[in-house]
């Protein structure tokens, strides 16, 4: 059974006691492929780093993070361009929008999502969404950008049914996550009426780890729970649920 975590933040300090056992973890529960977003340029050496040990398990992206975009976003977006002259990525993200922790920041979040949106076009390459309070926003680009070249992966998704089916009518996957195991998560409600060909696995590890660990430190290896979860959901046993969601994985990065 291989399982593909698309987004997880590897790299992360919340890791650098114990890294290596924890991909080792989740290898040993079938997570082979880890898709590792970037943040920003303070974070680029450290996914390098990671990748040179672990070069046959981890694929990393290039991008700037919404929350990353401040007072100095164009010297942030310049370095970005840089990285994807410098050597190939396997999508470019996470991008987007994030009014949650600060609203001051909007027009320059727009025109950083709008040109990442066009540098990936151009390569060919995937987004991967960041969407936090601001799914208005973010559907108004992908309408202005929609195309065969714009395709990629919502990640985190957390909004509604009706929300669901308009990121899918853009080329977009559904990243679905921890938030699938709480509570009050909600997407769990209905999510079975979105087929499972439009899903990806994910952790957004350290962060939103799944019931029962969550408010701990998220991992790798805890997309198992998320698994767990969408065996109930979509009634199919966990080895298809696997295969379905890596091959949607493959179909989006193209490995």
Request: with cysteine.
């Amino acid at each position: 059974m291989i399982i593909t975590d698309t987004h997880t933040h590897l790299y992360s300090d919340q890791f650098k006691e114990d890294r290596a056992g924890m991909v080792k973890r989740a290898i040993d529960v079938g997570v082979s492929r880890f898709f590792v977003p970037a943040i920003d340029s303070t974070y680029y050496q450290k996914m390098l780093n990671l990748e040179k040990e672990f070069p046959n398990n981890t694929f990393l992206m290039t991008g700037l993070h919404p929350t990353s975009v401040k007072e100095n976003f164009e010297e942030e977006l310049a370095f970005v361009q840089n990285t994807l002259k410098e050597r190939n990525f396997y999508g470019i993200g996470e991008i987007g929008i994030d009014l949650y922790w600060d609203k001051s920041f909007l027009k320059q979040q727009q025109i950083a999502f709008k040109t990442q949106i066009k540098w990936a076009k151009e390569k060919k390459l995937p987004i991967i969404i960041h969407c936090r309070e601001a799914f208005n926003e973010i559907f108004e680009i992908l309408e202005e950008e929609k195309g065969e070249n714009l395709f990629g992966i919502f990640h985190c998704f957390t909004g509604t049914l009706e929300q669901a089916k308009k990121a899918i009518s853009y080329n977009m996957k559904l990243g679905i996550g921890g938030v699938v195991t709480f509570k009050n998560g909600k997407i769990d409600k209905f999510l079975n009426e979105i087929p499972l060909e439009h899903i990806v696995l994910e952790t957004d590890a350290p962060y939103l780890a799944p019931t029962p660990f969550r408010g701990k430190r998220n991992e790798s290896s805890y997309i198992t729970k998320v698994l767990d979860k969408l065996v109930d959901i979509y009634n199919l046993l966990p080895q298809e649920i696997a295969a379905i969601t890596t091959k949607n994985s493959k179909d989006i990065f193209g490995i």
